[in-house]
């Protein structure tokens, strides 16, 4: 039996439904489960079969107080028809002008970016836990978003039964793309809602609702879909192992070699993925984090040292532009333990910086290495692969393949096969991606995505070409101060 304890209070301890219905644990620490020795088992009993079968035997591992039965339609109703490939997270061989690897797809879900793997799963997985912790509200989740979280929730929460969803986006603040994501979906349980304000105001807002209506309203109780949810950290486990699945059916691998991730990181929710499939014992040598020119976990991997005062850079790879990773606090509790877990994190509240102990750095530096690249390393990549092999990168992916050609350097080309995580499709960011190729833009979100299609030949995903032709159906625009009775409004609709 798994249980999941508080990074920050062993007493809190419940098992898997609960801690997806609870999203973060009391006192503001982050479910984990507490012994790992109960997630390790051969591998080869998960790689056997298809990504959904697979999908099966890890969430039977993490959430056991599901049953068998009920995993086995949650996994369905998530993942049949939602994605436009059949393996759902394809792997696909590329190379540069000096170097080849594989790039997993994480990104033919809905909205064309690798939150749709876990955001399809979360509302089924929190829909199910209401009825087995007998909880009779229905659910309201509040997200706050600066473009790709957003969306990819409201398709998932979208006609989810006992659910729905606000979202909240900085009026003026996300791309033409990202807002039609958002306010042309037309199901009846969910709504996105225009702030007059930047991405911060969004947030501090939707944190502060979670204070000021903590009871439920009229039958709705408030939640929230973010990264540090268990239930969208554990569907992510999933496609470690479909890879390895895909390397050794390409002949790639033989059973059993180790492989390297490269993993494009922002909150650390995505690599912590991958660390739990080695717990659980799958053959990865490396997990390589990657960022962007924010560097503070490249520094923190290097040093020991995290520090978060530092100056904040918008760059061309927005969903990692983080200074305060929130998953790294898993991996922290295991390496480091409860109590220095607590301290660590107090100090960053505090102060804004926390240095772990040469013990604690030398344990993370035997599986994570750090490595940064800069927009113009991001960009060169993209032109550098594209002339190479007609292979075309988003602008996160880029940058995991820049620091994956660094590392191989550092290392000396290591015949380890490195396996790059794509987190979105280059359509979704086409005006940057223009831009790396040296194209001229056109003056509209619309324009630039025809004209990547134009110059790759491949098809815009139907998700995202359709967008620009749907009518639109949340029109709100309101002040910060009124985001209260706007919650409020909408539930007593719902209730
Ligand atoms: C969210 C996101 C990331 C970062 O993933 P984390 O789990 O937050 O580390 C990277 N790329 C894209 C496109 C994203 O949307």
Redesign the pocket.
């Known amino acids: 039996m798994i249980e999941y304890v508080s990074t920050r209070n062993p007493s809190i301890r419940v098992r898997s439904s609960k801690a997806i219905l609870d999203g973060q644990a009391e006192g503001g620490g982050l479910y984990v489960p507490s012994d790992l020795d109960l997630v390790k088992t051969d591998y080869h009993e998960i790689i056997k079969g298809d990504f959904r079968s697979m999908a099966k035997a890890v969430w039977n591992i993490f959430f056991d107080d599901y049953g068998e039965d009920l995993i086995d339609e949650l996994v369905e109703r998530s993942y049949k028809n939602k994605f436009s490939s059949e393996d759902i997270t394809p792997l696909v061989r590329t190379r540069s002008s000096s170097t080849e690897a594989y790039v997993l797809e994480l990104y033919h879900g809905p909205t064309s ?3 749709d793997v876990a955001l399809s799963a979360l509302p089924n997985l929190m829909s199910a836990a209401r009825s087995m912790n007998d909880f009779t509200d229905d659910i309201m989740i509040l997200t706050a978003t600066s473009g ?2 957003g969306s990819a929730a409201i398709q998932g929460f979208s006609d989810v039964p006992g659910t729905g969803i606000i979202v909240f986006y900085p009026h003026g603040g996300v791309s033409d793309t990202q807002r039609l994501q958002m306010v042309t979906p037309a199901s009846s349980n969910v709504t996105a809602c225009a702030i007059r304000g930047n991405f911060d105001d969004a947030q501090t807002g939707v944190k502060r609702l979670f204070r000021e209506i903590p009871k439920p309203v009229s039958g709705v109780a408030l939640s929230s879909a973010n ?1 540090i949810n268990i239930g969208r950290l554990v569907p992510q486990i999933v496609y470690y192992f479909s890879a390895y699945a895909q390397l050794i059916r390409a002949g790639a691998i033989a059973d059993g070699d180790k492989i390297d991730f490269v993993v ?8 912590m993925a991958g660390w739990y499939a080695l717990k659980m014992g799958l053959p990865v040598r490396r997990l390589v984090c990657a960022s962007n020119k924010n560097d503070v976990l490249t520094e923190f991997l290097n040093t020991g040292h995290y520090d978060r005062k530092r100056e904040f850079y918008k760059t061309t ?1 927005p ?2 532009d ?1 200074l305060v ?1 929130s ?1 790294l606090e898993r991996l922290l509790y295991y390496v480091c333990g409860p109590e220095h877990t607590v301290e660590y994190m107090k100090q960053l509240e505090q102060t804004g910086e926390y240095t772990v102990t040469a013990e604690e750095l030398a344990e993370l530096k035997a599986v994570f290495t750090g490595i940064y690249a800069g927009d113009d390393e991001g960009a060169s990549a993209i032109r550098n692969v594209f002339e190479s092999d007609r292979y075309l990168m ?1 602008t ?1 992916t880029s940058i995991a393949w820049a620091c994956m050609e660094k590392y191989r350097k550092a290392s000396g080309f290591p015949e380890v096969p490195a396996v790059v995580l794509s ?2 499709s280059p359509y979704k960011f086409s005006a940057a991606v223009l831009e790396a190729l040296g194209q001229e833009l056109t003056g509209s979100d619309e324009g630039n995505m025809n004209k990547c299609h134009e110059i790759t030949g491949a098809d815009i995903p139907a998700g995202l070409a359709g967008i620009f032709k749907k009518p639109i159906v949340h029109n709100d625009v309101i002040e910060i101060s009124d985001m209260k009775t706007y919650v409020i409004e909408k539930s007593n609709a719902r209730g």
């Open positions: 970016a690798f939150k790709d979280t990264s494009p990181t922002g909150n650390f929710g995505d690599i790879s969903s990692m983080i990773s998953n988003d996160h987190t979105a």
